[in-house]
């Protein structure tokens, strides 16, 4: 079963960056739209940004100025590039896509997530 795989994840300063990527683990169509969501502690889990094949995307007002995704279609992957990392950016990020079944609806699979910690 394919699952998405994400990397980059660790410490950093704030102020610092961080580039997280996320891939499929094996063959599957393209996804209509890939995302990341993250979740910090007693948190609720919310969207960080989000870009569609076509290359539209959406931002939390949180991050915005400060954080890119973007996608390598060729390659099924989405990158998130963190600037200006704050504490409060602190929290497990989750990768999201979403795959067009054949019956006209969507599948979204999920990464298992990877800490970002940001403190000094």
């Known amino acids: 079963q394919v699952q998405l795989v994400e990397s980059g994840g660790g410490l950093v300063q704030p102020g610092g960056s961080l580039r997280l990527s996320c891939a499929p683990s094996g063959s599957i169509g393209i996804f209509v739209a890939m995302g990341w969501y993250r979740q910090a502690p007693g948190k609720q889990r919310e969207l960080v940004a989000r870009?569609?094949?076509?290359?539209?995307?959406n931002y939390a007002d949180s991050v915005k100025g400060r954080f890119t995704i973007s996608r390598d279609n060729a390659k099924n992957t989405v990158y998130l590039q963190m600037n200006s990392l704050k504490p409060e950016d602190t929290a497990v990020y989750y990768c999201?896509?979403?795959?067009?079944?054949?019956?006209?609806?969507?599948?979204?699979?999920w990464g298992q997530g990877t800490q970002v910690t940001v403190s000094s």
């Open positions: 999201n896509a979403d795959w067009p079944t054949p019956f006209g609806t969507v599948f979204q699979y």
């Open positions: 870009i569609t094949s076509g290359g539209s995307t």
